[in-house]
């Protein structure tokens, strides 16, 4: 992609018209009217525009899936060369964000990840949770989050992430996990009976 | 939310939002993390067509292309260089291989092409070449097709496997090729030359193109001798053109590239003086020799009248070409 790398987000929205989309909109915004308008010799760069609408939040997303932080980074873009080099997966801009979604979830089972993880050459820094303004109190919450998280089942927390995370409706997460309506609806349910236990037991 | 213990209590759904949300606030993205899979995405699919290719190849080699070769009058395994088959048939007409309609039924007709498709701008040349029938496309100034002037073969067509892709691919035919584009490109200060030839799918549907490994130079009548054409390989003197990111192309033969609407089928290709004469051109008291033009032609995977185009050199020199690339339409090159 060398020579559309120096291609800005503000070049592909010159060379097509209508531009009624936010490219950084929140998670779930469509970026179909860039993407499905094939003005002819436009350039429309497919990979940036949906890194700009998507990456920051499936990193978040990858984040509260995975205990080890440092691999965050290593899912989220193995998920966007996966889905960015199965081409079909990129023409139907409704469905990219959902590939990515799934493709993050299931490399964030370990035993793919390992795999992946496997690959890298050198380890990278832990990135740094902990922002210079944060209070004791969110670190405290953090501490507890994580160990809650790190507890509950794997489709408990798959199930709790989506949900409420990525505000993915109930039949959108029994989609993406190929489960039913039903094992969302009681996964949900214990898992967030699970957090509240769990929270209850490190901070109350 | 009253006290501090119960504040961390996920009572309610909303809670577990703000606090899942809070949880990763922090996390932002790599700095590198665009650029990283910018670079990685060409090579994945690369890997993956590779690995497509072969599959598919192989079991259309076994299933549908043999008896197709007597039905579509292509050239079967083992058959000579369709460089040959060209070079006697003059530069008049060039053969069509392309099927007619009744005997490939799941070939749309192609669109005819519209002569209003917008020709290149790349320096050199561009020129519109639609009908598979039409007359050899020249470019700019060159001399008369010597009709036996073959001076040169394509390198490796051993591997002499199928140019007809299965029906069921969808091949592309000439027609649907429809605008073309080369360069010469421009020559440095060692007289070297970076050019192309690239035919964009203009059909409209997504079609495949299977390298046909044909280029040859045209005796233009100077006194200078051009080198055999070679398949570019890491490590040879063409420094300047991409290295192909395997060592050969798949086991079965040149790979097959899929062209989606707009996408190009690209074939570059370097000019190596002699390092005799390389030397020398920089030099403003250099060669005395005149400058000849040195022409080259490329066949298109689908058949049809060759592209050509033209460049002066002082020197004797080797021509190096890559595989068919594919030139996407936002104009992203793979190496395949």
Known sequence: MGIVSRTSVADVMVGVRPVRVALFGVEGT????????????????????????????????AALLLDDLSSCEDVVQEAFIRVHAARGRVRDPEKTLAYLRQTVVNLSRSTLRRRILGLRLLPKPMPDMASAEEGAYDALERAELKTALKGLQRRQREVLVLRYFADMTEAQVADLLGISIGSVKAYGSRGLAALRTRMEATGG | ??????????????????????????????PDALRHIRTQVPRR???????????????????????????????????PNPIATFAQSGDSESPSPRPSASSSPSVSPSPTLSASEPASTESGSATESGKASGAPVRAGTTTAVAPA?????????????????????????????????????????????????????TSGRVCTVTDSYSMRSVDGGGQQQVEIIYLHTAGDPATELPNPSTPSPSPVGPSTLKLDPQDGVRVEFEWVPTPSC????????????????????????????????????????TVYRTNAMEEESNGTIETP
């Open chain 2, 278 to 317: 390389q030397s020398a051109v920089g030099n403003p008291s250099g060669p005395t020799t005149p400058a000849s033009t040195v022409t080259l032609e490329y066949f298109p995977p689908t058949g049809g009248a060759p592209l050509q185009l033209s460049y002066p050199s002082r020197c004797a020199g």
């Open chain 2, 1 to 30: 939310m009253a006290d501090a213990p119960h504040l961390r209590e996920p009572d309610g759904e909303d809670e577990v939002r703000a606090m899942l949300q809070r949880y990763v606030s922090a996390v932002e993205p790599a």
């Open chain 2, 45 to 79: 699919r690369a890997r993956r067509r590779q690995v497509g290719t072969g599959l598919v190849a192989g079991f259309l080699l076994l299933t549908v292309a043999a008896p197709r070769f007597t039905d579509l009058g292509l050239r079967p395994p083992g058959e």
């Open chain 2, 149 to 201: 002037g073959t001076p040169t073969t394509a390198a490796p067509s051993t591997s002499a496997s199928s140019p007809s892709l299965p029906t069921a691919l969808s091949a592309c035919q000439r027609s649907d090729l429809g605008r073309t584009s080369t360069s010469s490109g421009q020559e440095d200060s060692r007289g070297r030359r970076v050019g192309w030839f690239t035919l964009y799918n």
């Open chain 1, 30 to 61: 469509s970026t179909t009217d860039i993407i499905e308008t094939p003005t002819v010799g436009a350039t429309v760069d497919q990979l940036t525009a949906t890194y700009q609408a998507h990456y920051r939040s499936l990193l978040r997303l």
